[in-house]
């Protein structure tokens, strides 16, 4: 049982459209991180979130961290091919950090 | 500065075989982490070291072990390895322990068992 669900699993669009995943929980986190990770690489770090409500931009990514800090959006304006990866959210509790399965984004030219 | 060095990056191994994979962490950090990644069950964390001291560790059976040296630099070991051992291995730093940091991962060490 994932502790971090994301949604959704798969997203196929076109250059250009706009798009938003999704990492929920039932449990309060002290953070959560958000990853991008490519075919043969390891994920990278996008952001942290901590505070409840917290928006953050990253160019054409916009990262939102829920006010009850259980859930996490990233929104992603203009998508381009460039942006094609699975996209991972973290969440830490204390010490421990558990991953979800990702979002595997495709943008099709 | 140089990123997080994994060693080897590919890995053919028969079952009942040990191996060892290598990390090398972003000079200065302190923390390393070692994850699992499948298709099936993602990413799971196999445990985190920090000055030497494994510091947590995650659900994996006693086959799979690590350690950690006084430059930062660690290990891992999986001994009589299985088929479901086929996995990417992923090694993450952090400067300090605690994962409010945020990780800077290696390329990870892609294992098949055979």
């Known amino acids: 049982t994932q502790l971090l669900e994301q949604s959704p699993q798969f997203l196929s669009i076109q250059e250009g459209e706009n798009l938003t995943v999704y990492c929920n929980s039932s449990?309060?986190?002290?953070?959560l991180q958000w990853y991008r990770q490519e075919p043969g690489e390891g994920p990278v770090l996008l952001v942290t979130?901590?505070?409840?409500?917290e928006v953050k931009k990253l160019k054409r990514l916009t990262f939102q961290f829920g006010d009850a800090r259980k859930d996490s959006s990233l929104h992603i304006t203009a998508a381009q091919p460039g942006d094609t990866g699975l996209y991972l959210c973290?969440?830490?509790?204390?010490?421990?950090?558990?991953f979800g399965a990702g979002t595997r984004l495709t943008v099709k030219p | 500065k140089a990123g997080v060095t994994q060693t080897p990056r590919y890995l053919i191994k028969t079952r009942g075989q040990q191996v060892t994979l290598s990390c090398s962490p972003i000079?200065?950090?302190?923390?390393v982490s070692w994850y699992q990644q499948t298709p099936g069950q993602g990413l799971q964390f196999l445990f985190e070291?920090?000055?030497?001291?494994?510091?947590n560790k995650g659900n994996f059976p006693g086959r799979f072990s690590g350690r950690q040296f006084s430059n930062s630099r660690s290990e891992m070991n999986v001994s009589t390895l299985e088929l479901g051992d086929s996995a990417l291995y992923l090694c993450?730093?952090?400067?300090?322990?605690?994962?409010?940091?945020?990780?800077?991962f290696g390329s990870g060490t892609r294992l098949t068992v055979v």
């Open positions: 449990s309060v986190f002290s953070s």
């Open positions: 993450a730093s952090s400067l300090a322990l605690g994962q409010n940091y945020g990780y800077t």
């Open positions: 973290a969440g830490v509790w204390g010490n421990d950090m558990r």
């Open positions: 979130v901590v505070t409840g409500g």
């Open positions: 000079s200065g950090h302190r923390s």
């Open positions: 070291y920090f000055s030497e001291t494994q510091r």
